[in-house]
């Protein structure tokens, strides 16, 4: 069993695959490079996605083999999308591409409102005729939900309505804010942490993702 589910939040998925769980450990670790940071949240990602693309929508092509023709299963519909949340959500791009190396990648970039605390859209680039995609939303951190909740809510308003979410570390505050604000929206994470602290960052975390992907601490 590599999925573990909670019973009070309905909507997400901790993967607990071993090799998953053995990276995330080595992730975390405060002597960790930043190469091996940045290497460690592909490999991260790319087993996450295998788990939330699991449910993607197939039918079937006409191919021809070396040795006959028959309807071969291939997936349903336009390409996916993968929207990091800028900055620290571009480490997770590798890994979805790895599996998916035709979906499309969007972006959106959030910053906190000094004076309301809430999240503000400042970029926002999806491809055209997005409504029917199934977007992945990607963010290392699940930590107050705020991020996550306003790029659901940008996507939603623009029509979108598949959508699933993908982190590597949640909060309990975290999961119970987003599932509040979007029930529907699947996520999927390598571990439920224990708590926020009081300036908002997980424990016990990995410290700030961004950070350790770009080198800027």
Same mark, same amino acid.
């Given at each position: 069993?590599?999925?573990?589910?909670?019973?009070?939040?309905?909507?997400?998925?901790?993967?607990?695959?071993?090799?998953?769980?053995?990276?995330?450990?080595?992730?975390?670790?405060?002597?960790?490079?930043?190469?091996?940071?940045?290497?460690?949240?592909?490999?991260? !990602?790319?087993?996450? @996605?295998?788990? &939330?693309?699991?449910? =993607?929508?197939?039918?079937?092509? $006409?191919?021809? +083999?070396?040795?006959?023709?028959?309807?071969?299963?291939?997936?349903?519909?336009?390409?996916?999308?993968?929207?990091?949340?800028?900055?620290?959500?571009?480490?997770?791009?590798?890994?979805?591409?790895?599996?998916?190396?035709?979906?499309?990648?969007?972006?959106?970039?959030?910053?906190?409102?000094?004076?309301?605390?809430?999240?503000?859209?400042?970029?926002?680039?999806?491809?055209?005729?997005?409504?029917?995609?199934?977007?992945?939303?990607?963010?290392?951190?699940?930590? !107050?939900?705020?991020? @996550?909740?306003? &790029?659901?809510?940008? =996507?939603?308003?623009?029509?979108? $309505?598949?959508? +699933?979410?993908?982190?590597?570390?949640?909060?309990?505050?975290?999961?119970?804010?987003?599932?509040?604000?979007?029930?529907?929206?699947?996520?999927?994470?390598?571990?439920?942490?224990?708590?926020?602290?009081?300036?908002?960052?997980?424990?016990?975390?990995?410290?700030?993702?961004?950070?350790?992907?770009?080198?800027?601490?």
């Amino acid at each position: 069993m590599t999925i573990k589910q909670y019973p009070k939040f309905k909507n997400f998925y901790e993967v607990r695959h071993p090799l998953l769980q053995h990276k995330l450990s080595l992730l975390r670790d405060v002597k960790t490079t930043k190469k091996e940071f940045k290497e460690f949240i592909t490999e991260i !990602t790319l087993l996450l @996605a295998y788990e &939330a693309t699991k449910d =993607l929508p197939m039918t079937t092509k $006409k191919i021809k +083999t070396p040795l006959e023709t028959f309807d071969a299963p291939v997936l349903e519909g336009q390409k996916q999308v993968i929207l990091p949340i800028l900055r620290a959500g571009i480490g997770m791009v590798d890994g979805f591409l790895m599996l998916m190396p035709s979906a499309r990648v969007a972006h959106i970039g959030l910053f906190r409102d000094e004076k309301t605390l809430e999240p503000q859209n400042y970029y926002f680039k999806i491809p055209p005729s997005s409504k029917n995609r199934h977007f992945f939303v990607c963010d290392p951190m699940l930590a !107050t939900g705020g991020s @996550a909740i306003a &790029a659901v809510n940008q =996507l939603k308003k623009v029509g979108v $309505k598949r959508i +699933t979410f993908v982190c590597v570390l949640a909060s309990p505050e975290g999961i119970k804010h987003f599932s509040k604000e979007h029930p529907d929206v699947l996520v999927f994470a390598a571990s439920l942490d224990r708590q926020l602290n009081e300036k908002g960052y997980i424990l016990p975390g990995l410290g700030d993702a961004g950070d350790r992907i770009f080198g800027t601490k």
